[in-house]
Each structure stands twice: as C-alpha cells, then as structure tokens.
C-alpha cells in the first residue's frame, strides 16, 4: 500500500481510499480504543468518532512524523475526550508509594489477550487512564498529568493501584484455576 498517495486520496474526499485506511488500520486502532473504554460497545463507537475526526482532520497532517503516529494520537484524545469534564480523579491519601514499582510478571503460562483486555477493562476510570497511557503507550507521568489535569502526584498513585489490582487480580484468578485443577 503506497501511504502517500493514500494520504492524498484521503485529503481529496475519495471514499474507496477513506474505506482502504479504515480497513488498514482499524485493528489495531480498535485495541487502542479498548483500552481506553469500558465496555466493547464505547470502544466501536470511539473508533468510529476517531475515524471521522481522522477524516475531516487529515489535511492538517503534513507529513512530520509518522501517519499512523499522527493517527493515534487523534484515536488517544477522541478515547479520551468520554472522560473531560468528569471527576473521576480523586486526591487520595494512603501508604502506597507511588515509586515502588509493582511487577506484573506472570509466571509459567500467558493470559489471553482477550482476558487481559478484560482485566484492563475491569479497572476504575482512572486506573485504566493512567495505567494505559503510562505502560501501554508510553507516556511519562508530566504528559499524564498534561493530558487528564491531574498532578503528577496523583498520576503515580493511580499507575500503582492498577497495578496493584491486576496482580492482585491475576492471582486471584491462577489460585481459582489451580483450585478447580485439583
């Protein structure tokens, strides 16, 4: 597939080359999708919202930096954008350190996907927010604290609770498992 002239289709309203991104990339968009959403249901729609934005914004995309970068970042903020204006984050005081790092290494056998996305899934709000941007996608806690409003204080604290709750989670869920093999 030649992005350039796929871009410049785009950029000139071509339906076929609108259909040809979609079906290109909306796999992988629909994971980044999942993993900001609750439920299966708002992820589709935030892919489809994400596409429209990509769509009517694409004659801004000026060929700095990656396509599919420039791309993402749009699917990220539309995910995101369910989220402005409520207070799913709150100042929370407790005895987590949020510079203690808690490993999610699982042992012997891997996950599935899918149970992992539903685990992610399970999270409250600002867990998954927080969890998603900083280990799934890479963003420092300066850019979280950026992107949702919240200090820095406030991203490591929710990036440790979700992190404490899918291991405490998978534990939970290996012991069951060990449990009905016996």
């Known amino acids: 597939m030649d992005i350039e002239n796929l ?8 339906k076929v080359a ?4 979609y079906r290109s990339f909306s796999p992988k968009f629909f994971v980044i999708c999942l993993k900001y959403s ?4 708002q992820a589709k729609d935030s892919l489809h919202d994400g596409f429209i934005k990509i769509y009517e914004n694409i004659s801004s995309y000026k060929g700095n ?12 903020n539309n995910a995101l954008k369910e989220y402005q204006g409520k ?13 203690e790092e ?9 996950l599935s996907f ?18 998603c941007l900083y280990a799934l996608d890479g963003y420092s806690h300066k ?13 490591k604290s929710n990036l440790a609770r979700a992190r404490l709750k899918l291991k405490e989670t998978i534990i939970s869920y290996k012991l069951s498992k060990m449990a009905r093999e016996l």
């Open 7 to 14: 871009i410049r289709r785009c950029k000139e309203h071509d």
């Open 18 to 21: 609108q259909e040809n991104l």
């Open 38 to 41: 609750s439920s299966y249901e």
């Open 65 to 76: 930096g990656s396509f599919e970068g420039w791309m993402t970042r749009i699917m990220i």
């Open 87 to 99: 207070s799913i984050f709150v100042k929370i005081e407790d005895n987590l350190i949020p510079n």
């Open 102 to 110: 808690i490993s999610l290494e699982i042992e012997e056998e891997a």
């Open 114 to 131: 899918e149970y992992l996305m539903t685990l992610i899934q399970g999270l409250p709000d600002q867990y998954r927010l927080v969890f």
């Open 143 to 155: 850019e979280i604290s950026d992107i949702l409003k919240i200090s820095i204080g406030t991203s």
